[in-house]
């Protein structure tokens, strides 16, 4: 068991299925790696029905995933938006910790990356990593390690920036990535 991950859990709730499981977690990425920003929004608006029903929702599926901190994160938070109450947003912190800490480990499970959505860093020229790096921050797309590294090291980026970028792109901070990549790409 991982710290936000019972994988043999999640593994038993797809009768054995690797291959399910590793779609479902790709699906949960796509379908929930704007959440925290959402729910942010939506709680900041003071709109506890939306902001409820989108805690509920991830709670369904970290409860059925093994996603265990996440599920009581979901479960407190949840319980206060069900009510209106303002003390919500208390609860918010924990809830974003838990659902950022369980993509990261979900995102490292997948290291592959679906060939839909990006091309082989491999493959890429200088303009065309730009292209397929940027393409992916704005998606929200995880970019995991090896291929981040292949990327920035087509774009041919000094130390300095090659490392600020990296973090940034780690700590899925994306919007702060993605400017700094723009900024690149038009001081070249």
């Given amino acids: 068991m991982t710290p936000y991950l019972d994988m043999d859990f999640a593994l038993k709730q797809v009768g054995g299925d690797q291959v399910l499981l590793e779609n ?4 949960f990425i ?3 790696g704007q959440a925290n ?10 709109n506890w ?20 901190p996440l599920y009581q994160a979901a479960t407190d938070l949840e319980q206060l938006l069900k009510q209106g109450d ?18 990261i480990e979900l995102a490292g ?10 091309s082989q860093p491999n493959q890429l020229q200088d303009a065309n990593a730009y292209e397929a ?15 981040l590294d292949q990327w920035l090291n087509a774009l041919a980026l000094d130390s300095e ?7 940034l792109i780690c700590d899925l901070e994306y919007a702060q990535a993605i400017q700094l990549l723009e900024q690149v790409r038009d001081a070249s």
Avoid: C, W
Avoid at 24 to 27: E, L, S, T
Avoid at 109 to 118: A, G, R
Avoid at 133 to 147: H, I
């Fill in 24 to 27: 479902m977690f790709k699906r």
């Fill in 161 to 167: 920036s090659h490392s600020k970028l990296r973090d």
């Fill in 133 to 147: 790096l940027l393409a992916s921050l704005k998606r929200n797309e995880f970019v995991s390690p090896s291929y």
């Fill in 37 to 46: 920003n959402d729910t942010q929004a939506l709680m900041a608006s003071h």
């Fill in 109 to 118: 499970l997948n290291s592959t990356p679906s060939q839909n959505t990006q």
């Fill in 49 to 68: 029905q939306d902001a409820r029903q989108l805690v509920h929702s991830i709670k369904g599926v970290a409860g059925n995933l093994g996603m265990t």
């Fill in 86 to 103: 303002p003390e919500a947003e208390r609860y918010l912190p924990a809830f974003v910790q838990a659902l950022d800490n369980t993509l």
């Fill in 30 to 32: 796509q379908q929930y």
